[in-house]
């Protein structure tokens, strides 16, 4: 069975740091692209980052480069997420995903159930 378990959420403060992580089963893990993606509240999802399936090189489709860094043990199926300043507009369900070709917003293959970011003021 295909699983995408995302954990690490939680509230934290302005200017604080959070690791999510994405253990990911089911599938061929290092032939597939795997994506950080980010739904706020009421607005539609977007993309966060994206390891490709080609090379495993890291991708950045938001401004928050810098202060997000996305990562992946390939020996463990897991991909990470590190956040740092985190700001009160970072507040949003943050979702992995995988896919065999690239990643977009909507268009992914499988798709986790979400772990919550909420960062106060």
């Known amino acids: 069975e295909v699983q995408l378990q995302a954990s690490g959420g939680g509230l934290v403060q302005a200017g604080g740091s959070l690791r999510l992580s994405c253990a990911a089963s089911?599938?061929?893990?290092?032939?597939?692209?795997i994506g950080w993606f980010r739904q706020f509240p009421g607005k539609d999802r977007e993309g966060v980052s994206c390891?490709?399936?080609?090379?495993?090189?890291?991708s950045y489709t938001t401004t928050e480069k810098g202060r997000f860094t996305m990562s992946s043990d390939n020996a463990k199926n897991t991909v990470f997420l590190q956040m740092n300043n985190l700001q009160p507009e970072d507040t949003a369900v943050y979702y992995c995903?995988?896919?065999?070709?690239?990643?977009?917003?909507?268009?992914?293959?499988?798709w986790g159930e979400g772990t919550e970011v909420t960062v106060s003021s």
């Open positions: 089911g599938f061929a893990f290092d032939n597939y692209a």
């Open positions: 995903a995988a896919d065999f070709g690239g990643c977009t917003p909507y268009g992914m293959d499988y």
């Open positions: 390891i490709s399936a080609i090379d495993r090189s890291i």
